[in-house]
């Protein structure tokens, strides 16, 4: 597997485009994003568990049941939730795709992000069509990515090739997401291209279950979003023979899918909204992989970790006392816990109790860019990660005033 | 009933004492207190639910066991968690109690409060011994309750005195719960006493029945700790017919409990870390009691919606989407949302979807010091009330560095 430049576009037979279009205020902010690929593809779909959905996600739902789409459109900066026309608007936005760039509204993958309960006037959208039109392109992947920014500071995606049986294939991601993170069942904003043929029904089944180990492990500050989506076009372009079952090949794409889905995590977790540094949750010796699940991310759940983690505060009893609220059945007599970073690893607490250690050289491991909570269970052979952030005056600063 | 003076002394036959013995670096801060019955008393507990829990947990559980106690010794600075000789030192400090006080250690309830996995020693305690002895008495409640304070900005004590079959009774409490504070079938550090002549079953049971919607229903940052802990002791000096069973007089001194515990509930979420206001969330109209407390918990419980209670910010759709991952099962469709406090109240979502208010008004509700979330869910007759408070700058910056 090879990382490669082209995010969305990295795969054969996708364009895609990023304007403002005038939801947003600053005009120096792309607000509208298009990806479309030259022929129709196998779609797939997950999304928010939250009970309050987005209107785009009623429409996005019923487009992908026949396992079929053609193009993605995304704005941001109004969120068309909790709008009593919010239906009409996303489909909408759908009809002015079919309109200008002849793809049917039934195949066309719908989604909006920013605020909560306003109105979103399809005016702006459908005037800004000729302009993103025109910025579409096989360059355009990261005009794409910026337009889909709400509070995220960096554009988030990435792209690599990988080979099926000879043939080589490839795939890229881009997300949004920086606030409200917690996914469960589903997530924030992601988009995946590739040019491997698949099955709508195997590449519902490999996106279905990488979620579990990805976007379902990544938490900002607890809050499940009501627009989460994860979806997926496969135009079978790279022209591997068509994947419809599982085997090598499957694994060959689930394998490639992780690879973009965990960077696509990372890069949300450290871009969390005020966060100075990504932290990594690794829990090893767990009797069974839901054990390790939840223990992972209670831990960087934990608000009282998090502003330890902005302190470099080597505060390990609130990794303890996280386990053990987990709802995981753990043995809390047996767990052991290491802080690690580039800077080094230093074991801060061994069968459950404290052991002494040198403060200065936690507090060295504990300012890095990236932070790591080794944890082990001593009680079987499972694992799992989970990605979060620090939690800081900034965070507060952004949500505290956030419509304005 | 009547709100009365003397906190946990107010029940006939209780002294209180409370003094700095050495485990906090601070010499102005009273860390060790003590509350004594004249004789031994129906006593009952419930505690956290953390499968780590701190080892004065242990050892209470264990001495609550036959129903009766008749001491309660608790310092702060140290939460006695996670330390290998932790029961040990527990244990230790109900000795101390029956060395000093003449009190069998089995009917003394220890509990500790403060940095989990610090070892706690005994030398300043039993050191600190004859100047407890010393400040004990029937006005020491306030000592009391400044001795278990940690991060609380202010000690919280309160009492009534109430009726049951003509005879004036008694009630009093303290708390101490600042942050790690969100209770689950147990809590924060709670001490009460009364006068009341009840049998230990029905004292546990009233206890019981009370924390699910009192402490069970207050949230200050998610972490449940592991420490968690009310207590109260009963010694029947009152005079009352003992309470033996359910009627009038078991619902009497329910409501004189639940008057206790309620004030403390908001005591302590008002004084969370950094918090600059209590939020209350009351949801009417529920299907069920269920419903209706999962969706107050999940609203003071969202980190988004607390960090806009900060700015004074009329974010509405983030209640809607604490609501919707609550976890109950909710018509969102039938939700209205109010903001009310001191300064009015202002309808802001109707059946789910955003209606026009002035923005100006919302701010001055929104800046009050106690602001109301009002749900409406038109499903049914359940209520519930569920309190919590702002997320602020100062939450960051006291868990930052919270052990230096």
């Known amino acids: 597997m090879l990382m490669i430049e082209g995010g969305v576009c990295a795969a054969k037979g996708f364009l895609a485009g990023g304007i403002h279009c005038g939801i947003r205020k600053n005009k120096a902010k792309r607000d509208l994003a298009l990806i479309i690929s030259e022929k129709r593809a196998a779609a797939a779909g997950v999304y928010t568990q ?101 509070t995220d500071t960096m554009k988030k995606e990435i792209a690599f090739s990988f080979e099926i049986g000879g043939t080589i294939c490839h795939i890229g991601g881009m997300a949004k997401g920086s606030g409200m993170i917690h996914p469960n069942m589903a997530t924030m904003l992601v988009f995946v291209t590739t040019d491997v043929a698949i099955t709508p029904q195997m590449l519902q089944k490999a996106l279905k279950e990488d979620v579990v180990d990805t976007f379902n492990m990544v938490s900002v500050d607890g809050d499940t979003s009501t627009n989460d989506m994860v979806s997926i076009l496969a135009n079978g372009f790279a022209g591997n023979v068509l994947i419809d079952g599982e085997g090598e090949a499957f694994d060959g794409f689930k394998a490639a899918l992780n690879a973009v889905t965990s960077h696509l995590c990372k890069a949300i977790a450290k871009d969390g909204e005020g966060a100075t540094k990504l932290i990594t949750c690794s829990v090893a010796g767990a009797a069974n992989k839901e054990t390790a699940r939840k223990t992972a991310k209670s831990v960087v759940c934990s608000n009282l970790l998090k502003a330890a983690m902005f302190g470099a505060d080597a505060n390990w009893g609130r990794v303890l006392c996280a386990i053990g609220y987990s709802g995981a059945a753990v043995d809390v007599t047996k767990v052991d816990v290491t802080f690690a970073s580039p800077a080094g690893h230093l074991p801060v607490c061994i069968q459950g109790a404290g052991i002494p250690f040198s403060e200065e050289k936690a507090k060295e491991i504990l300012s890095m860019e990236e932070v790591e909570v080794q944890i082990s269970l001593h009680a079987g052979e499972s694992s799992a990660t989970a990605w979060g952030c620090d939690l800081t005056y900034d965070y507060v600063k952004i949500n505290g005033d956030y419509r304005t």
């Open 50 to 150: 939250n009970l309050v959905k987005g209107a785009p996600i009623y429409v996005t739902m019923e487009h992908l049941q026949d396992g079929y789409a053609q193009a993605m459109i995304c704005n941001s900066g109004n969120a068309n939730t909790c709008n009593v026309d919010g239906i009409d608007i996303a489909k909408g936005m759908c009809a002015l795709v079919e309109q200008h760039f002849h793809i049917p509204a039934a195949d066309v993958i719908v989604a909006s992000t920013g605020v909560i309960g306003q109105p979103l006037s399809l005016e702006p959208i459908a005037s800004g069509m000729p302009a993103l039109a025109k910025s579409l392109g096989i360059d355009g992947a990261a005009m794409a990515a910026e337009a889909i920014m709400t």
